[in-house]
């Protein structure tokens, strides 16, 4: 092999680390979705209508609030058959267990929580149909509960919100978005509704705790307006 061949080999690997290198930086930084995604973001099989998952509890109350949930459900709980309904406007977050409404918990949400989040720092909850990536403690807020905020659909939003001039094309779509807890001694806030995160939803630590041991991760969560 010539020289000459040997330094366009050499050029072609160097773009191609290059342009990973900038893509997985883009993508770390909440500029570029995953591209596992690309058919859904992009709808090349065209973009599904979402459905509504859960049928909320009527009227604004608490469901069931003070119950534990072993009281309601009972000890052997399958962490498969739970999913969770968040409402923004009714300020109330529901377990439900086979599909059926069990218990639900006070909750508040970011301090602008009018409207889906579309961008970092907006400080919007975001809406739609999402799934828990992860759980562990944490140290000021006792739990958390972590969302895989920005998925596919999310991204969509994102790309059209730009498109249509409603958000800057120099915008990242944020992330680490999850349920968890206020600091100690905190819980007033979320009895006086009072917005405070950067969009995640919080609960009560108390609460927080009960709802961190009947989920897992795979578990489906909707936000509502």
């Keep these: 092999m010539n020289l000459k061949y040997q330094n366009q080999i050499k050029i072609i690997l160097l773009l191609i ?40 509890v009527s009227g604004n109350e608490l469901l069931n609030y003070s119950q534990t949930i072993e009281e309601l459900i009972g000890e052997n709980i399958d962490q498969a058959k739970t999913s969770i309904l968040i409402e923004k406007s009714k300020y109330r977050i529901t377990l439900y267990y086979h599909k059926h409404p069990v218990k639900s918990y ?7 929580p009018k409207g889906d989040k579309l961008q970092e720092g907006d400080r919007r909850t975001p809406e739609g149909i999402f799934r828990i990536k992860d759980l562990y403690p944490h140290p000021s ?11 596919a659909v999310s991204w969509r939003k994102h790309f059209q919100a730009k498109s249509q001039g409603e958000i800057s094309w120099f915008n990242s779509i944020g992330g680490q978005v999850g349920i968890h807890g206020v600091f100690q001694g905190s819980d007033e806030i979320i009895d006086k509704q009072q917005n405070w995160t950067w969009g ?20 489906l969560v909707e936000v509502v307006p």
């Excluded at 705790?209 to 578990?219: A, M």
């Design 141 to 151: 807020w006792s739990k958390f509960i972590w969302l895989d905020y920005p998925n």
């Design 17 to 56: 680390f290059s342009t990973s290198a900038l893509y997985f930086l883009l993508a770390r930084l909440g500029f570029i979705f995953p591209l596992t995604d690309i058919t859904e973001v992009l709808c090349i099989k065209g973009c599904p209508s979402l459905q509504a998952i859960h049928y909320p």
């Design 106 to 112: 006070p909750v508040v949400f970011g301090s602008s």
């Design 200 to 219: 995640c939803p919080s609960l009560k630590n108390q609460d927080v705790d009960e709802l961190y041991n009947v989920v897992k991760v795979g578990t």
